[in-house]
């Protein structure tokens, strides 16, 4: 059974940062990431990366977020900064492996006008 882990969440001021953090409990996969739902919203892909670390990013985030994967760590990770109101949402892990798709249990970022 493999678990993602969330870590990091929380509430911030605009303008402030975050980081999140994702550790996998066994696997391998090609690509790790992380989406986001808010309220009354569908669930969006934020970022994504690939084993050998190419990545991929949501216009909204460009330029303000940076993911970044530590594959002997299992983990991803996602740097937040210059958060905006609207960034407000539960934040999940995903992992791709070769069978199936993984999530995580989410973690509630909130940012503060």
């Known amino acids: 059974q493999v678990q993602l882990v969330e870590s990091g969440g929380g509430l911030v001021q605009a303008g402030g940062s975050l980081r999140l953090a994702c550790a996998a409990s066994r696997g391998i996969f090609s690509i790790m990431g992380w989406y986001r739902q808010a309220p009354g919203k569908q669930r969006e892909l934020v970022a994504r990366?690939?084993?050998?670390?190419?990545?991929a990013y949501a216009d909204s985030v460009k330029d303000r977020f940076t993911i970044s994967r530590d594959n002997a760590k299992n983990t991803v990770y996602l740097q937040m900064n210059s958060l905006k109101p609207e960034d407000t949402a539960v934040y999940y892990c995903?992992?791709?492996?070769?069978?199936?798709?993984?999530w995580g249990q989410g973690t509630q970022v909130t940012v503060s006008s």
């Open positions: 990366i690939t084993s050998e670390g190419r990545a």
């Open positions: 995903n992992a791709v492996s070769s069978i199936y798709d993984y």
